[in-house]
């Protein structure tokens, strides 16, 4: 499996299949581990880097675990790296620190290992839609296999021992990708955030931590994992998502009630300008995208997939359109190839 074949696919986890899948995107779940003596990532010298990419690596080859292909990370160029990103292979962290580091990915882009992030591995598994516990069953079993072969960081009153204390403990971070298009024209964000926020959870951007919000899409994590079990964990993100849900949801009553005539202009326009467009700006492709999304989820539009427009909100970000091109591209010459890509998209 090559660099090619996974920058020309859509991962499995796009495809709008999962539970509540109009307004969750995906489910998240990602665990810290660190190997035992050694050194953490911000303590580590490149040769401690480089035994511990070749740990892990050997481990997966090893372990019972889904066949992984390891790319290095160090070895790619910054497109390489930031299209890794855009897939959310890899975070903004690891593209961008030196040495040795790279990831691992299984087939399907439902599992990734980063190695050498802020801690020695970052496991991570995605799926469609509201499954944080399924996510979370396939990540732990994944380390499970991994295990044999690796011997974890961790101590019988603290945990797991990790670089940051706030990952302490589980090491879990489960998060879910939701598009909440419904709270932004209501005007109710900013109370739905400020909810959040005090169950102790927290609301990012597409991309994360230091990230903006782009389509209306956020990131809802958990913040705390020290003093907690897995299952808390991910009975309280559940809880506080299918909360934001039920506000979307009524949102999306509301305008359907009270202002369809204007939701149902919004819609066809967004589509009419994506399939005729010869420019589109990410922010603009992100927003038409959005009320698009919206529609088919209301039932205004029928015979477009929700997958499809998962798809080319994913595919048409910068780094994946240049890995397209062949080459590196000026914004007006990326905005002229979104534009060809979503038409061809939507008319496939």
């Known amino acids: 499996m090559t660099f090619d074949d996974f920058a020309s696919r859509r991962a499995g986890w796009l495809d709008g299949a999962g539970l509540k ?20 990532t911000n303590r580590a010298d490149d040769t401690n880097k480089q035994e511990i990419v070749d740990q892990v690596v050997q481990a997966a080859e ?21 299209l890794f990103v855009e897939r959310y292979l ?34 991570q598994v995605i799926h469609s839609g509201l499954q944080p516990f399924d996510a979370c069953e396939a990540a732990l079993s994944l380390e499970r296999d991994l295990a044999g072969g690796l011997d974890f960081a961790a101590s019988p ?17 489960a998060s879910t990708l939701i598009h909440l298009p419904g709270l932004a024209l209501t005007k109710e964000m900013d109370g739905v955030v400020r909810g959040v926020a005090q169950l102790g959870f ?28 897995e ?11 299918n909360q934001v849900v039920e506000c979307e949801r009524n949102a999306r009553e ?28 990410s922010q603009e492709l992100m927003n038409f995208s959005s009320a698009v999304r919206l529609g088919i989820d209301m039932g205004m539009l ?4 929700t997958g499809t427009i998962n798809d080319i909100m994913v595919g048409t970000q910068p780094s994946h359109l240049q890995h397209r091109a062949g080459k590196a591209l000026e914004a007006n010459e990326r905005d002229i190839l979104r534009a060809s890509v979503v038409r061809e998209r939507l008319a496939a």
């Not at 359907?256 to 420019?279: F, S």
């Open 21 to 40: 899948a109009s307004f969750v995107i995906s489910s998240r779940v990602r665990l810290a581990r660190n190997l035992s003596r050694m050194p953490f």
């Open 302 to 305: 029928q015979g477009l997939e």
């Open 254 to 281: 509301t305008l359907a009630r009270e202002a369809r005539e204007q939701i149902e202009d919004k819609v066809w326009r967004a589509l009419g300008i994506m399939e005729r467009a010869r420019l589109l700006t």
């Open 157 to 173: 009153k603290w945990g797991f021992l990790t670089a940051c204390a706030t990952n302490t403990g589980t090491g879990l971070r």
């Open 231 to 241: 299952k808390a964990l991910l009975e309280g993100l559940d809880g506080v998502v």
């Open 202 to 229: 927290a609301v990012r951007g597409i991309y994360g931590e230091g990230s903006d919000s782009a389509g209306n899409l956020y990131q809802i994590s958990n913040q705390l994992t020290l003093g907690r079990s």
């Open 90 to 123: 890899i975070s903004p962290a690891l593209a961008t620190e030196s040495g040795p580091r790279g990831v691992l990915v299984d087939e399907t882009e439902s599992a990734s290992i980063m190695i050498n992030e802020e801690d020695h591995l970052r496991i």
């Open 62 to 82: 090893t372990s019972p675990c889904p066949e992984m292909v390891y790319f290095d990370t160090n070895a790619q160029d910054n497109l390489q790296r930031q």
